[in-house]
């Protein structure tokens, strides 16, 4: 996304936000460190978008845990399982790059809402045919793949769109809020599925799910955002695909991130898609189990991007992104290994904080090496390694899983964690001066300091 040049208007709200931030910073001050922690609300764009998604992540979160225990209770399959997840992540893979062009050139506020809408229609036709007692598998994998489709040119577009509600100076607090909003719906939302599965019935989920995007909408609605004038329009299609590959490739810290996180989401995440198998024939929880191993994750993975939302800048991230891949590995290793129910529900919580810290301050640390004017295609490969390659995760782990069993394949899986989180730990001296210096180079072409760049945000 590419900024508009800075008028008096703006250069005047910007020593305003300075002020705030010094105000902040003072012991005893009116604003307390918690409101530090949560800056990015004071944007009414970011309230009106934080409000929403809360509501809107509630149901999603519902749906996907509903439809994984329907998926099972209708087939038993830990393969179907698998395939599922794999139909509705790899468009992610494969269309990805396309949204990453519309992103940047077109309205996100626009394309935001024509995703959102869509993905409300799709969860209304699977709550029809679900509550009709019509639905098959197949209706299942046509719409998780319809969904994956929106989620390619969703993700692009909102990751980038964020840049647009709070300004370059609160983007890193805005996306650990934005983090936390999805992981406190991540807590809520399970809890609900788990209860109304078990008593009513998993349709009930999806209609609920579409329901709740009434409310991201009306918020988008509401949104008066000033749309940056310099959108890149140059070249081809192509050209631009092209320009945001080779930006990542020839950028070494930013492909390091990028690559480490593949890794996890290949070989770390499936977890998720195997938990209705440790929730029925493992821990022998039920549906309500499931609800509160996943609610479980959600604590953790909320507690994480609590904690990020308190930091003041991008310094020392390079470290925590590899001590938490490392750390997400060994809680799926402890995770695989328990038998307990309760214990099991305690060791998920390091696995969602781990997760989480890795992701946000991943993408934390691509924003601020990125060009406004690529902003969009690189977050688009950022998908595609965080969400694209999940689905080939899911369905070997799926395919694994039959074989060898749920508990060993998630023990694996969290080997391979440590061991890329290792390899990334000894790479990160060879390439702190090129971040720093892309760091400082996006800020300065903003107009806007570098916070927390004192050493460099890989240190």
């Not at 909320?302 to 310094?315: I, P």
């Not at 998920?348 to 004017?373: C, E, K």
């Amino acid at each position: 996304m590419v900024e508009p040049i800075q008028s008096s208007e703006q250069e005047s709200q910007h020593s305003v936000l300075e002020e705030e931030k010094q105000e902040f910073a003072r012991p005893g001050g009116s604003n307390s460190r918690l409101a530090m922690a949560l800056r990015a609300l004071r944007h009414r764009n970011f309230q009106l978008f934080f409000a929403g998604q809360l509501i809107s992540l509630i149901g999603t979160w519902m749906q996907t845990v509903a439809l994984s225990w329907l998926v099972y209770r209708m087939t038993g399959s830990t393969l179907l399982l698998g395939t599922v997840g794999f139909a509705s992540q790899i468009p992610v893979f494969l269309i990805a790059p396309i949204g990453g062009i519309v992103a940047d050139r077109n309205n996100r506020q626009r394309v935001v809402i024509a995703t959102q809408t869509s993905a409300m229609i799709l969860a209304g036709v699977l709550a029809a045919l679900t509550l009709s007692g019509r639905v098959h598998v197949w209706h299942i994998m046509v719409l998780s793949a319809g969904l994956g489709t929106v989620n390619a040119f969703d993700i692009p577009s909102r990751q980038a769109f964020l840049i647009d509600m709070v300004g370059r100076e609160d983007l890193m607090n805005a996306i650990a809020l934005n983090s936390s909003m999805f992981n406190g719906a991540r807590i809520i939302g399970p809890a609900i599925a788990g209860i109304l599965v078990a008593s009513i019935g998993e349709g009930w989920c999806f209609f609920a799910n579409a329901v709740s995007y009434i409310a991201v909408i009306i918020g988008l609605l509401l949104m008066r955002i000033e749309r940056p004038a310099d959108l890149s329009h140059q070249g081809s299609p192509w050209e631009n695909i092209v320009e945001g590959f080779f930006f990542v490739r020839r950028n070494r810290p930013i492909a390091a991130i990028l690559l480490l996180l593949g890794l996890v989401s290949f070989v770390g995440m499936p977890y998720a898609v195997l938990m209705p198998v440790f929730a029925d024939q493992i821990l022998h929880g039920g549906a309500r189990g499931l609800g509160i191993l996943m609610g479980a994750t959600g604590v953790g993975a909320l507690l994480g991007a609590a904690s990020l939302a308190a930091r003041g800048g991008v310094k020392g991230l390079g470290r925590v992104i590899a001590t938490c891949a490392a750390g997400f590995g060994v809680s799926l290793i402890l995770f695989s290994l328990s038998r307990v129910f309760w214990l099991s529900t305690v060791l998920l919580m390091p696995v969602g904080f781990t997760l989480m810290v890795q992701m946000a301050s991943s993408n934390t640390l691509i924003q601020s090496m990125t060009p406004d004017r690529l902003r969009g295609r690189v977050m688009a490969v950022y998908s595609m390694m965080f969400m694209g390659l999940a689905p080939f995760g899911a369905f070997v782990a799926g395919a694994l899983a039959t074989h060898i069993g749920a508990p060993w394949t998630v023990a694996l899986g969290g080997v391979a964690c440590i061991g890329g989180a290792i390899v990334f730990g000894c790479y990160l001296p060879t390439i702190r001066g090129e971040a720093r210096k892309l760091v400082l180079a996006q800020s300065m072409a903003a107009g806007v300091p570098a916070q927390g760049t004192s050493g460099n945000g890989l240190s």
